[in-house]
């Protein structure tokens, strides 16, 4: 196997300490490149846990559905990923991984692996109420998003990602709509064509809904799931991500993502609060 | 503290082996008494769990977000419960728990856990997209779950909760509207009032909005996710479960439980599979 060569598989390479893939000590090293101000995405720390959790069961490489819940921001550095399988069967894996940077747990992640080739050639019942959410390429009028924030910090995950976000997203342009939602396209600036161990990142990287209701500033996340429903297909993943109750602070972001030829791919929830310092 | 009288806090009752509550082991003992055709609701036996992971940080006892995976089917019987505390904060603790019976795991357990009184005192911001489903009270035209499945198999559950379904469920009637989604009140029968505790298992007490496709049969919940949003008041929970993307037998279902005051109390999102056997 050739060494990766694009920026997502490098940052997100993880090995296991016994030298051999299955449950037990997987090691990475997180980089600076995927920051949103000074700490690193939570999808990106995200996606370099599941793929550790990928290779713990060698026939369930997929994440079906995965929990992350964020107990410190993560740091540009070595990471330690403690993997264990609770439970392996014929179609599915139950898998924990307990990932720690310098001995404190940043985050905590659950999931249920099996084999996205095994689902689609068991077909089964199909029944979509809605479909993708915006063409599948994004119009010249579709807002870049900058390696800025709103507030004016740096975003280095922006050098790494091509997003761009629907003409009519308002609060970029200073006129939030009201209503919590945003949509986008978004793809890796360096080439690399989205696949399943992209999606947890994918299901983080666009700015939160929130922004639409004029709130902006920090909103981190408590806990993350994200549902893979397909393997993507090459070309755009397109994106809506949307609020419906905020109250007494904690909000709810649910996600959808499409791939080009309008399969949905992923759904993800996250519960996050609104950070008042 | 006198002894539990209601059926629910009876057959979720739990205990610390150490005979101190916090993390560690914990014992309890499912009852049939909840069962769907002959295994326990999901929803009871994730509330057994999150009972033992309320106990292990003494100010952190509610939920704010619970997942489960479900490994095996549980059964009524012994339970052990192995709750680990990964991080416990000023405001938050993060929790897991490994649900098993006979030395088998049934249902791994991955929860952020914090203290509701706190964050209604905190305020913060308060925006709801939509208010509840369905009004406060059921109208008598409401349809009554009877003690039978579609299929004609037994429901213990129907005997200890009152769930009226609105009487514009189709499938009840034999006529799926083609939709899936269902809407219907619920309470336990036996006069015990909703509280955070009973949450976790009212989000899974509802017949599948997939009924409305015309696809009666079992729909196993691979992992449910629950969000607690706020304490319930007294009176009938109004809940509305949908499922919008069903693809290669596999669908999410989201659910959403609104007290007697008209406030979102819950949100859940579950993966299921619509199971051929």
Redesign the interface.
């Given at each position: 196997m050739s060494e990766p060569t694009f920026a997502f598989d490098l940052d997100t390479a993880v090995r296991p300490v016994s030298g051999t893939a299955g449950p037990g000590l997987w090691v990475g090293q997180l980089t600076d490149r995927w920051d949103i101000v000074d700490k690193p995405n939570g999808g990106y720390v995200l996606a370099t846990a599941v793929r550790a959790m990928s290779g713990a069961v060698a026939n369930h490489p997929d994440p079906?559905?995965v929990?992350a819940?964020y107990?410190?921001p993560s740091e540009a550095g070595p990471v330690d990923i403690d993997v264990e399988v609770?439970?392996t069967?014929r179609k599915?894996s139950?898998i924990?991984a307990?990932f720690s940077q310098g001995g404190k747990?940043r985050i905590?992640?659950?999931?249920?692996f099996g084999d996205l080739n095994e689902?689609?050639e068991?077909?089964?019942?199909?029944?979509?109420?809605?479909g993708a959410p915006i063409d599948v390429e994004p119009p010249t009028t579709a807002i870049h998003r900058g390696a800025t924030t709103p507030l004016g910090e740096e975003m280095r995950i922006a050098l790494q990602t091509d997003l761009r976000m629907h003409p009519d997203t308002g609060w970029i342009v200073g006129k939030p709509s009201g209503?919590?939602e945003v949509r986008g396209w978004i793809r890796f600036a360096d080439g690399r064509e989205p696949d399943v161990s992209a999606l947890p990142f994918f299901a983080d990287a666009l700015p939160p809904a929130l922004f639409e209701?004029d709130?902006l500033g920090w909103v981190p996340t408590?806990?993350l799931?994200v549902?893979v429903?397909?393997k993507p297909a090459p070309g755009w993943l397109r994106c809506v991500m949307s609020?419906?109750?905020?109250?007494?602070?904690?909000f709810?972001e649910d996600g959808e993502i499409w791939d080009s030829r309008g399969?949905?791919v992923a759904?993800s929830?996250q519960?996050g609060?609104?950070f008042?310092p």
């Open positions: 079906f559905t929990t819940h107990l410190r609770v439970r069967g599915l139950t924990t307990s747990a905590q992640v659950l999931g249920t689902r689609i068991a077909g089964g019942a199909t029944h979509l109420r809605s209503t919590a209701l709130s408590i806990e799931t549902h429903r397909a609020t419906r109750f905020l109250a007494d602070g904690y709810e399969v949905l759904q929830r519960l609060m609104v008042r």
